[in-house]
C-alpha cells in the first residue's frame, strides 16, 4: 500500500515551486482525476456521437448514461460511507485480512441490489428499444460497483491505479462506444460505452483482490453487516450528501424546465452550468488532499500519539494547537487559490458562453453555481474533518442542511422564476458550509473533552481512537456524471 | 416498614464467609429484639447476587445488594446542576486535601439530595461539567504527569463514587457500617442527607488495608485493549488511589456519630488517620467462653507434641512461614505433628504451594491439612497454637484457644500482643497467655513453640491465664450488651431530633 501522502511530502521536500506545483497537480488529478475524466468522455461522447446516432436516439443514449451514474451515486451513498468506515476500523487494528471478506460481501450484495432496482426500473420504463434497457441496467450496476470498488482502492490509498483504470477504461468506453454505435446505433454506442466502464471495475477489482490475495486469515471480528447497524447515522450521511449534490438537478429535470426524453427520463438547461461549475473546483481538490495528507495528517496522528502515549494535557493542547494552525493555514492556502479562480470565472463567463455552447440564462446560473460549487466544496471538506475527529452526528447534521436547503430552496427557486436559478444550491451550499465551519469550531474547541471523555467504560464498545482516515476516498465522490 | 439498624457492608456477610461476617452472624442473632436491614456493596455488575453463605436470622428484614463496578453507564439525564454547584464539588477536593471535611452537607444538598436526585452516573462520566472539574484539578495539582492515565485513574476511582451516590439504602433508625471505604460513603451519605445517626466498626483498619494492596499491585488499572503498567509516575497513581480510600475513610470518620474498633492499637491508628478521639470506642470480638472452656481434651501420646494452626489457607495468613517453623521445631523433636484446619478452597493455588513446600522440607507426612472443620474438633487435639498471619484484627482463633486453655505462638499483628499480654493494668496482671513473635521470621516463630514444647508447666499457666483474661474481657455477652445499648441510645437520640 503506497502511501500517497508520503509521495507528495517528497515532491513538496524538494522545497520549491515546481516541486510545490507538482504536488498540487498531482493531487488535483488522483482527488478529481476519476471524475473529470467520466465528465471529459460524456462531453466528448455527446459531441463526436451527433453524427451517429441522432436525434431522440442520441439524447436516449446520452440519458441512460447520465441516469446510471446519478442515481447509483445516490443508491450506494450509505455504503460508500459505511464500508470506508469499516475499512478504517479493519486498518486500525491492523486486520487487513477482513478487506477481502468485506469486498467480495460489498460488490455481490451491490450488483444483486442494483440488478433489482434497475430491471423494476426498466421493466416499468416503456418504448424503449430491444436491448436498450438490458444494457442500461447492466450499466447501471457496474457503475454501481465501480463506485463500492473505489472506496476499496482508496483505503488503499492507491488513487494513481484508479487515475490509471479510468483514463484507460474511459478511453476504451469512447472508442466502443463510437466504433459499435457506427455500426449497430443505440444499442451498440450503449453496449460499447458499457463495455470501458466493466474494464474499468474489473481492472481496480483485480487490483483489490491481488493486494489482499496474500493476506493473513480475518481476525474473528464482527463484519461489514454489524458496521451498517453501528454507524447508521454514517450511512444516513452518505446517503444524504450523494442525494444533496444531485437533488437541484433532479428538481430541474422534474420541473416544466425539464426536457422530457421518454415518459420517465429528463435533462435541463440546468444540467451544463452545473457541470462546468464542478470542473473549476478541482485548485480546492488539490490543495485540500495535499493539505490532509501532509499537514493535516502528521498532526493529526501527533495530537493522538500524544493522547495515547501518556503526554500531559499541556502537551496534548500543543499538539492541538500544532494541527489547529496546520488545518487553518490549510483553508487559508485554499481560499488564496480558489478565490481569484472562482471570481475569475464569474467575471470571465460571459466570454465562456460560446465556446461551453451556453446561452445568456444558464451563464447567469453559472454564476451562481460557481459561488455554490465554491461553498459547496467547503462543506465537504469540513464534513470530512468532522469524520477525522469521529463527529458522525455533526456530518450528519451538515449533509441534512445540505440536501434540505438544496431540495427546499432549488424548489422556491424555481417558483421565483429564472433570474433565480442556481441560487438555491448557492444558498443551500453556504448554509451548509457555515454549519460544518460551527461544528467544526465547537470540535476543535472542545477537542480534549471529546478525546477523553467520549471514551466509552466499557470495552466492547470502540477503540480508543476515531479510527484514522475514516473518511478516506471521500473526495473522490463529488460530482459524478 | 422501617428497620431498627441497616447494616452497611462490603463484600463480607452474608456472601462471603470470614472473621468479619461471622461477628456480623453473631451479633444479629444475639439481638433477635433489633430488626436488621442489610445493604451490601459487592464489587460486580448491577446488583446480581451470589448464593448466601449464611441462613439468615429472622429479624433480618431486607437484604439489598448493591454492584459498583461494571460496564458502561446507560445514557440517562440527571437533574441539571447549576455551575455553582460544580465549582461546589471542585472546592470540596481542596477541602479534602486540607483533611476538611465540613462541607460534605452542604455539597450534597446542591448536587444530589436524594439518591433519585443528582446528575447520572453518565453525566458524571461522560459530562463536560465533570469533566472541567477533573481538568482544573489536574491542572493544579498534576500537570505534569500523564494526562491519560490521570483521567482513566479518576474514571475508575470516581465510579464507585457516582454509583453510590444514587444508592436508596434501606429505611432505618440507624446505620451501622462495618468498615469505611464504599460502605462507609454509602452510609456517610445517608448520615449527610438524613441525619439519622451512624455508627462505624471498623475490624481492619480499611484504607491501611488497602495501602497494603495497592503498593503491592502490579496494574494499578487496566486500561481496555493496551494492559498498560505505568513505568513513569507509578508511583503517582498508586498514591491517588491510597489518597482517594484514606479520605473515604476520614469522610466517615467525620460523619459517624460513634467509631467503633476492637482494639486499642486500632483505635490509635483511627485517631492517626485523622478520627476525633471523643467519638472512639473499643469494644473487643468476644465469644462463647463456656463452650471452649468445656471441651475436654484428648491426651497427646508419648513423645508427641501437636501443633494446631487454625486459619484460612490464604497468603495474608503467612502459612509458609509456619511451614518452615514446622520444620524446625521437627527437626528437634521427632515426635512434632501440626494440623491445618481452615478452608484451602479459597486461593487453591496458595494451598499447591504451601503442600509443595512442606514436600520439599521433608515434612509432609507430619503435616495434615484438615480443611474445614469444626474447631471444637480441634482444640482438644493440640497442645500449641500457632498464627503466624502478617495482617490481622483481633483474631478470633486466640480467643478461641484462650478459652479452651490452649497456649499461643503468634505473630504481633492487629491485637495479638493485647490478647497475649493483656491491655490494661490488670489485664496484664493475669500473666502472658502465649508468646509474641515478629512477622515472617519461621526461626522465631520455632524457638517459641519449642520453649512451650519443653515447657509442660509454662503451657499450663499461661492456659489458666487465656482462659482468664477471655472470661474477664472478651465474653460474647459484653459485646453484645454494648451493641444493644448503644443501638438504644442513638435511636433514641434521633428520635429526640
Known amino acids: 500500500m503506497a502511501g500517497i501522502g508520503f509521495q507528495l511530502k517528497k515532491l513538496i521536500a524538494k522545497g520549491n515551486y515546481a516541486g510545490w506545483l507538482r504536488a498540487h497537480i498531482y493531487g488535483a488529478v488522483i482527488s478529481a482525476g476519476p471524475w473529470l475524466l467520466s465528465i471529459t468522455t460524456l462531453a466528448t461522447l455527446s459531441l463526436l456521437s451527433r453524427n451517429i446516432v441522432r436525434g431522440a436516439e442520441h439524447t436516449l443514449a446520452r440519458s441512460i448514461i447520465v441516469y446510471a451514474y446519478t442515481f447509483s451515486l445516490i443508491t450506494t451513498g450509505a455504503a460508500q460511507m459505511v464500508v470506508t468506515r469499516h475499512l478504517a476500523d479493519c486498518l486500525y487494528v491492523g486486520d487487513e485480512g477482513a478487506f477481502l471478506r468485506a469486498f467480495r460481501w460489498t460488490i455481490g450484495t451491490t450488483a444483486l441490489c442494483h440488478a433489482a432496482l434497475a430491471a423494476v426500473f426498466y421493466a416499468l420504463g416503456p418504448d424503449l428499444p430491444p436491448g436498450v434497457g438490458l444494457i442500461g441496467a447492466v450499466l447501471f450496476v457496474v457503475v454501481a460497483c465501480l463506485w463500492m470498488t473505489m472506496v476499496f482502492v482508496g483505503a488503499m490509498r492507491d488513487y494513481v491505479s484508479v487515475v490509471w483504470a479510468f483514463l484507460v477504461g474511459h478511453v476504451l468506453s469512447l472508442g466502443a462506444a463510437l466504433a459499435a454505435g457506427w455500426h449497430w446505433g443505440v444499442l451498440g454506442f450503449l453496449g460499447g460505452f458499457t463495455l470501458g466502464q466493466a474494464a474499468i471495475y474489473f481492472v481496480l477489482a483485480a487490483r483489490v483482490e491481488h493486494e489482499f490475495a496474500q493476506a493473513k486469515e480475518p481476525q474473528r471480528r464482527r463484519g461489514i453487516r454489524h458496521a451498517f447497524r453501528r454507524y447508521a447515522p454514517l450511512a444516513v450521511a452518505g446517503f444524504f450528501y450523494n442525494l444533496a449534490i444531485s437533488v437541484d438537478r433532479l428538481v430541474f429535470w422534474a420541473s416544466s424546465e425539464g426536457v422530457r426524453v421518454r415518459p420517465w427520463l429528463y435533462g435541463s438547461l440546468y444540467d451544463a452550468p452545473l457541470f462546468f461549475a464542478y470542473v473549476s473546483i478541482v485548485p480546492a481538490f488539490a490543495i485540500f488532499l495535499v493539505n490532509v495528507e501532509t499537514d493535516f495528517y502528521d498532526g493529526y496522528r501527533r495530537y493522538y500519539g500524544v493522547v495515547t502515549k501518556h503526554g500531559t494535557l499541556r502537551q496534548v493542547l500543543e499538539a492541538k494547537a500544532g494541527m489547529t494552525a496546520s488545518l487553518r493555514e490549510g483553508l487559508r492556502r485554499l481560499g488564496l487559490v480558489q478565490l481569484p479562480v472562482t471570481l475569475g470565472l464569474i467575471v470571465l463567463a460571459p466570454q465562456l458562453a460560446r465556446p461551453l455552447a451556453l446561452d445568456s440564462l444558464q451563464i447567469a446560473i453559472l454564476r451562481a453555481a460557481l459561488v455554490g460549487a465554491g461553498l459547496h466544496v467547503l462543506t465537504l471538506f469540513g464534513m470530512i474533518i468532522l469524520l477525522y475527529f469521529d463527529r458522525r452526528r455533526a456530518a450528519l447534521e451538515v449533509t441534512g442542511v445540505l440536501l434540505g436547503l438544496n431540495l427546499g430552496l432549488t424548489m422556491t427557486t424555481l417558483w421565483l422564476g429564472p433570474r433565480f436559478y442556481g441560487h438555491g444550491y448557492a444558498l443551500a451550499a453556504l448554509a451548509s458550509a457555515l454549519w460544518a465551519y460551527r461544528r467544526l469550531e465547537e470540535t476543535l474547541a472542545d477537542l480534549e473533552f471529546l478525546t477523553f471523555a467520549s471514551q466509552p467504560l466499557s470495552p466492547e464498545v470502540e477503540p480508543i481512537l476515531p479510527p484514522e482516515r475514516a473518511a478516506a476516498g471521500a473526495p473522490a465522490v463529488l460530482g459524478g456524471s | ?497
Open chain 2, 1 to 497: 416498614m422501617t428497620a431498627d439498624v441497616c447494616l452497611v457492608i462490603e463484600g463480607t456477610y452474608p456472601f462471603v464467609t470470614g472473621g468479619v461476617a461471622g461477628w456480623i452472624h453473631q451479633l444479629i442473632r444475639a439481638l433477635p429484639e433489633v430488626r436488621f436491614a442489610l445493604f451490601h456493596i459487592a464489587a460486580a455488575k448491577g446488583a446480581e447476587a451470589p448464593p448466601l453463605a449464611y441462613e439468615l436470622p429472622p429479624n433480618v428484614v431486607d437484604l439489598t445488594t448493591f454492584g459498583i463496578h461494571g460496564g458502561d453507564e446507560p445514557p440517562q439525564p440527571g437533574d441539571p446542576i447549576p455551575a455553582a454547584v460544580w465549582e461546589d464539588v471542585r472546592a470540596f477536593h481542596d477541602e479534602l486535601r486540607d483533611s476538611k471535611f465540613t462541607g460534605l452537607e452542604a455539597l450534597l444538598a446542591g448536587l444530589a439530595p436524594t439518591p433519585s436526585r443528582g446528575p447520572s452516573g453518565h453525566d458524571f462520566i461522560y459530562g463536560k461539567p465533570s469533566w472541567t472539574v477533573v481538568r482544573a484539578l489536574y491542572e493544579a495539582r498534576a500537570p505534569d504527569v500523564s494526562f491519560i492515565d490521570y483521567f482513566w485513574t479518576w474514571r475508575f476511582t470516581h465510579l464507585p463514587i457516582f454509583r453510590l451516590l444514587r444508592a436508596e439504602l434501606p429505611e432505618a433508625h440507624v446505620y451501622h457500617t462495618v468498615s469505611t471505604g464504599w460502605a462507609g460513603l454509602a452510609a456517610t451519605l445517608t448520615r449527610a442527607r438524613t441525619r439519622r445517626p451512624m455508627i462505624l466498626t471498623e475490624h481492619g483498619i480499611y484504607s491501611r488495608e488497602r495501602r497494603m494492596e495497592i503498593d503491592q499491585t502490579e496494574w494499578i488499572y487496566v486500561q481496555r485493549q493496551m494492559p498498560m503498567s505505568l513505568s513513569v509516575g507509578q508511583a503517582f497513581f498508586k498514591e491517588l488511589w491510597s489518597r482517594l480510600f484514606h479520605r473515604l475513610s476520614q469522610i466517615t470518620y467525620a460523619q459517624a456519630d460513634l467509631i467503633v474498633t476492637i482494639f486499642e492499637g486500632n483505635r490509635i491508628a483511627q485517631i492517626q488517620d485523622g478520627a476525633d478521639p471523643a467519638k472512639t470506642l473499643v469494644i473487643p470480638n468476644g465469644i462463647a467462653v463456656d463452650r471452649f472452656a468445656a471441651l475436654g481434651r484428648v491426651p497427646s501420646e508419648p513423645d508427641e507434641f501437636r501443633v494446631g494452626f487454625v486459619g484460612r489457607v490464604v497468603p495474608i495468613k503467612d502459612l509458609k512461614t509456619f511451614i518452615r517453623a514446622f520444620r524446625i521445631v521437627a527437626g528437634s523433636i521427632p515426635g512434632a505433628r501440626a494440623t491445618i484446619v481452615g478452608p484451602i478452597d479459597e486461593d487453591p493455588g496458595y494451598q499447591a504451594e504451601c503442600a509443595g513446600l512442606a514436600t520439599t522440607l521433608g515434612v509432609e507426612d507430619r503435616l495434615t491439612f484438615w480443611g474445614a472443620v469444626d474447631v471444637g474438633l480441634v482444640y482438644p487435639k493440640v497442645d500449641v497454637v500457632v498464627l503466624t498471619s502478617v495482617s490481622e484484627g483481633l483474631p478470633l482463633v486466640l480467643l478461641e484457644a484462650a478459652a479452651a486453655s490452649l497456649p499461643v505462638v503468634a505473630t504481633d499483628v492487629g491485637a495479638c500482643r493485647e490478647l497475649l499480654e493483656g491491655r490494661g493494668p490488670e489485664d496484664r496482671a493475669l500473666g502472658p497467655s502465649g508468646i509474641v513473635t515478629s512477622m515472617a521470621d519461621p526461626g522465631a516463630t520455632a524457638g517459641a513453640i519449642l520453649t512451650l514444647a519443653r515447657d509442660p508447666e509454662l503451657r499450663r499457666e499461661m492456659g489458666r491465664a487465656g482462659l482468664a483474661r477471655v472470661r474477664a474481657y472478651y465474653q460474647e455477652a459484653d459485646l453484645v450488651r454494648s451493641y444493644r445499648e448503644i443501638y438504644r441510645r442513638l435511636a433514641a437520640q434521633a428520635a429526640v431530633q
